[in-house]
């Protein structure tokens, strides 16, 4: 399948509906980040194809260095660039609000993530955390799990935080970012 045009988004209110539509039964992902959103401790960047959410990634902003967490693409839309689209565009909103560093975790039995990451500038810190978990999978079932995850960080200069603000990023069917004229 060809990559596909990608517009990336913070979560809106009337978004929520939309999205937890496609969620498990009893997950309330979308409505918890919502919660977390409103209350200025989270920002939930959506990736949209068309009308279809087909990924999201989420910026901790009560986490020093702000971390991206919980970085999501749909199965059928992996390696079509959505979760480029969305790395960038969380870069993108870091500028924007003057942060100059960004953390996040990756599975160490996740390679392909990680593969993603290190191509868009991000760096092993050496450190590793181990944590356990639950979560409601694709057919609503409750489940615990326990991940190791290790810390990858990318740190830009003050110029880059200086740079124009881009409310969205998209994701052109080449595979290049372009902003929104």
């Given at each position: 399948?060809?990559?596909?045009?990608?517009?990336?988004?913070?979560?809106?209110?009337?978004?929520v509906?939309?999205?937890?539509?496609?969620?498990p039964?009893?997950k309330g992902?979308v409505?918890?980040?919502?919660?977390?959103?409103m209350?200025?401790?989270?920002?939930l960047?959506?990736a949209?194809?068309?009308?279809v959410?087909?990924?999201s990634?989420?910026?901790?902003l009560?986490?020093a260095?702000?971390?991206?967490?919980?970085?999501?693409?749909r199965?059928d839309?992996?390696?079509?660039g959505?979760?480029?689209a969305l790395?960038?565009?969380?870069?993108?909103?870091?500028?924007?609000?003057?942060?100059?560093?960004?953390?996040?975790?990756?599975a160490?039995d996740?390679?392909?993530?990680?593969r993603l990451?290190?191509r868009?500038?991000?760096?092993?810190?050496g450190?590793?955390?181990?944590?356990?978990?639950?979560?409601?999978?694709?057919?609503g079932?409750?489940?615990t799990?326990?991940e190791?995850d290790?810390?990858?960080?990318k740190?830009?200069?003050?110029?880059?935080?200086?740079?124009?603000?881009?409310e969205t990023?998209y994701?052109?069917?080449?595979?290049?970012?372009?902003?929104?004229?």
């Amino acid at each position: 399948m060809q990559p596909a045009f990608v517009e990336v988004r913070e979560l809106s209110a009337s978004d929520v509906d939309r999205i937890e539509a496609d969620e498990p039964a009893g997950k309330g992902f979308v409505r918890e980040m919502w919660r977390l959103q409103m209350l200025g401790r989270s920002m939930l960047l959506v990736a949209w194809v068309g009308d279809v959410p087909v990924g999201s990634g989420q910026l901790d902003l009560s986490a020093a260095p702000i971390e991206l967490k919980n970085l999501n693409v749909r199965p059928d839309r992996r390696g079509q660039g959505v979760g480029t689209a969305l790395v960038v565009a969380a870069e993108a909103w870091m500028c924007a609000h003057g942060h100059t560093r960004l953390s996040l975790g990756v599975a160490v039995d996740n390679p392909a993530a990680r593969r993603l990451y290190e191509r868009l500038g991000y760096v092993a810190t050496g450190e590793t955390s181990t944590v356990t978990y639950d979560y409601v999978d694709a057919e609503g079932r409750a489940c615990t799990a326990t991940e190791t995850d290790e810390s990858l960080v990318k740190v830009w200069n003050a110029t880059v935080a200086d740079a124009p603000a881009r409310e969205t990023t998209y994701l052109s069917g080449d595979g290049r970012s372009r902003e929104r004229a």
